[in-house]
């Protein structure tokens, strides 16, 4: 008896402790917010009014719960995107809340269900399996909670709005930078590729990019998959030059496969740069090094932070009962902007 | 009337108390809706962890029941449109059992040791679910199925029944029958059921086709809650089963445990794992928070067995002096 007493006083003591560390770690993610979030930021207006916002919130004045379920809070690209929303949603005097779905659909699928069952007042969602969406729309309709996506979209319906940013759009801009740099080099206008097959989202890029550069009389020589990781992408840039010594211009559709191409490059005894430029895809913090040293000719920005805070937008216009306008009506989708940076504005948007 | 062993029912004095407290202290714990999504969300690795209990009283592991729910959503789901659904849940019952059969007669017939085995059908079934359908996802549609995952009896979400039913089979099984008793005798001694007569590899074998077609049934489950079919899907399912398992007081060493443990276990985890998103933790913490429940239950196991090797030595000394 004295034993089980024992043993059940040891194991209660642990589940409370693990309440108290509940209880006082929910105050953590505010303050790990505002660190995280100075690395990149792309309009620095907003950040002052948002510390004035904080002290709003403490007033105890709250208009509801405005929950953002994330994909994954480590990439940086969502840190962005979820200071978007959380200054947003602050100004107009919700509170705002996170869940983070580790990648993992299950806890995607769980964390929504538990923030739909607590009554809140919207839910802005970036599903890291959009398909298994389908249910937490149902769901939340059946509550009239709104949902509106952002970053990525759902062929299901049931939500508000999406943002995200035009992929093919992006490659577009890209290729049209490439032919304003390009075109008095001289160069063999030669153009290669990795994307990231079967992403969509790059394969979208990389078919921007190239029907822009070939009705221009570029030819795109090769086209391989670096399976968005810079080993792979290293070895894409290898083969590549390999096969085509003359290649002007290769368009990587994301940032470290083009940081790892660039390597690629100089290890070649060639020079980034000059001899072969490279372009990259959504502006991340360890891209401007080398942008700014000439390694890596550009890269292509999103808007995380206007998406987040488009998301937020919407959901107010929604509730005053205002018609919301698509750029896409069928798929309800609403896009951001994009726009290359360069060696000319790096220091801008750093 | 029987007397009660508490002892060996701590989980439910710990469930009962951790409910309580949260009731009074989280006011959107009490609501409904939260109360059935715990149930809902404890019966998906509780019923895997039924199986996952007969296996560890065998004093044996099985780590590929996340690849096997991986394959066999995507087999399921990849025939539902085809040839029904009712067919289509017949076969991934009849397709669960065969991945635990493979299992089964790898450990039992060519002497492999589970971790070994099971750490390779963990790789191996999910190579096949990626090259069955091309690495793609199947959405399923049929409104009657997806019933399965989201529906109620009553007040009570259809996956807890589920749970209840074969939670109730499996205890009689093993409470009930010869095949139970010899799981339980296997765990003691392997050495000493083989001398008595018992046929030892029928009863790993069996064991673990029990475990796939729990891991069928939870398969139904999380396709049904998710609406599709993925192979990268479920990727650390074993250790929340193994973890629900051990927190129910079953032992590692094998030779004990109970299936009713299991599933207050089961509701344990749930509802810690919700009050973690009741109360917006950060991720890094739920990932501490779920790692230290994991260490105490294990723990529980360790610390018991130390107390009994030490009073029996400390038995053994005595003897010696007299």
Redesign the interface.
């Given at each position: 008896m004295r034993?089980?007493k024992k043993?059940?006083a040891a194991?209660?003591a642990?589940?409370?402790a693990?309440?108290m560390?509940?209880?006082g770690?929910?105050n953590?993610?505010a303050k790990?917010e505002n660190k995280d979030t100075n690395a990149q930021e792309t309009q620095t207006q907003e950040t002052d009014a948002a510390e004035t916002n904080d002290t709003d919130k403490a007033s105890g004045e709250s208009k509801g719960v405005i929950a953002y379920s994330c994909y994954n809070?480590s990439w940086e690209y969502y840190v962005t995107l979820a200071k978007g929303i959380r200054d947003a949603a602050e100004a107009a005097g919700y509170e705002y809340?996170?869940?983070?779905q580790?990648s993992?659909?299950?806890i995607m699928?769980?964390?929504c269900?538990?923030?739909i069952?607590?009554n809140i007042a919207c839910l802005v969602l970036t599903p890291c399996?959009p398909?298994?969406a389908?249910?937490v729309y149902e769901m939340a309709a059946a509550k009239g909670i709104p949902v509106v996506l952002a970053d990525i979209s759902t062929e299901a319906q049931g939500y508000l709005a999406c943002f995200k940013s035009d992929n093919y759009d992006g490659g577009v801009i890209a290729g049209q930078y490439a032919l304003e740099v390009l075109a008095d080099k001289g160069g063999s206008h030669k153009a290669a590729m990795i994307t990231v097959d079967?992403s969509n989202t790059n394969i979208s890029r990389s078919n921007g990019f190239k029907e822009t550069i070939e009705p221009a009389g570029w030819q795109v020589v090769s086209e391989l998959s670096g399976k968005s990781e810079p080993d792979v992408a290293y070895s894409c840039m290898q083969d590549i030059i390999t096969a085509n010594p003359d290649v002007e211009v290769v368009f990587c559709s994301n940032d470290p496969m083009a940081i790892s191409a660039s390597q690629a490059v100089a290890d070649a005894g060639l020079v980034p740069g000059k001899d072969v430029y490279i372009l990259g895809y959504d502006a991340q913090t360890n891209v401007f090094e080398p942008i700014k040293n000439g390694t890596v000719l550009g890269t292509v920005a999103q808007d995380p932070y206007g998406m987040g805070s488009g998301a937020v937008e919407v959901f107010l216009k929604n509730l005053d009962g205002e018609m919301l306008s698509y750029d896409e009506e069928g798929t309800k989708i609403i896009y951001t902007d994009q726009w290359i940076i360069d060696a000319a504005n790096a220091a801008e948007y750093e | 009337m029987k007397k009660i062993n508490w002892g060996k029912h701590v989980v439910v004095v710990i469930l009962v108390g951790f409910w309580l407290v949260m009731f009074v202290m989280n006011k959107n714990f009490r609501l409904g809706d939260n109360l059935a999504s715990i149930l809902r969300e404890a019966a998906t690795a509780g019923i895997a962890a039924l199986g996952m209990t007969l296996i560890i009283i065998m004093g044996d592991f099985d780590l590929s029941i996340g690849s096997m729910v991986a394959l066999l959503g995507i087999i399921m789901a990849g025939v539902m449109n085809t040839v029904g659904l009712i067919p289509s849940l017949i076969v991934v019952c009849v397709a669960g059992m065969v991945c635990g059969l493979v299992n089964g007669v790898i450990i039992a017939y060519f002497k492999v040791p589970a971790f070994i085995t099971t750490l390779g059908t963990y790789y191996s079934f999910r190579a096949i679910a990626y090259i069955l359908n091309n690495a793609n996802t199947i959405m399923c549609t049929n409104p009657t199925f997806l019933k399965i995952g989201n529906g109620n009896i009553g007040v009570i979400p259809i996956p807890f029944v589920i749970l209840l039913v074969l939670g109730i089979v499996l205890a009689m099984v093993l409470n009930r029958t010869v095949y139970g008793r010899n799981v339980r005798a296997l765990g003691n001694s392997e050495k000493a059921c083989r001398i008595s007569g018992i046929n030892t590899k029928r009863v790993k074998m069996l064991a673990f086709l029990l475990m796939g077609f729990c891991a069928a049934v939870s398969t139904m489950i999380i396709t049904a809650r998710q609406a599709c079919a993925s192979p990268d899907v479920a990727i650390n399912f074993h250790f929340e089963a193994i973890t629900v398992v051990v927190l129910g007081g079953t032992k590692l060493i094998g030779g004990e445990g109970s299936i009713f443990n299991t599933i207050i276990a089961a509701v344990l985890y749930a509802s810690v794992s919700n009050c973690l998103n009741l109360y917006h933790v950060d991720a890094k913490w739920q990932r501490i928070c779920m790692g230290l429940i994991l260490l105490v239950a294990f723990s529980f196991d360790f610390i018991q067995r130390l107390v009994v090797t030490v009073r029996e030595n400390s038995q053994k000394k005595t003897v010696q002096k007299v």
């Open positions: 034993k089980m043993a059940l194991v209660l642990v589940v409370f693990l309440q560390v509940a209880c770690s929910a953590e993610p790990e809070m809340v996170e869940h983070d580790r993992d659909q299950s699928v769980q964390g269900t538990d923030l069952n607590q399996k398909e298994a389908a249910n079967p | -």
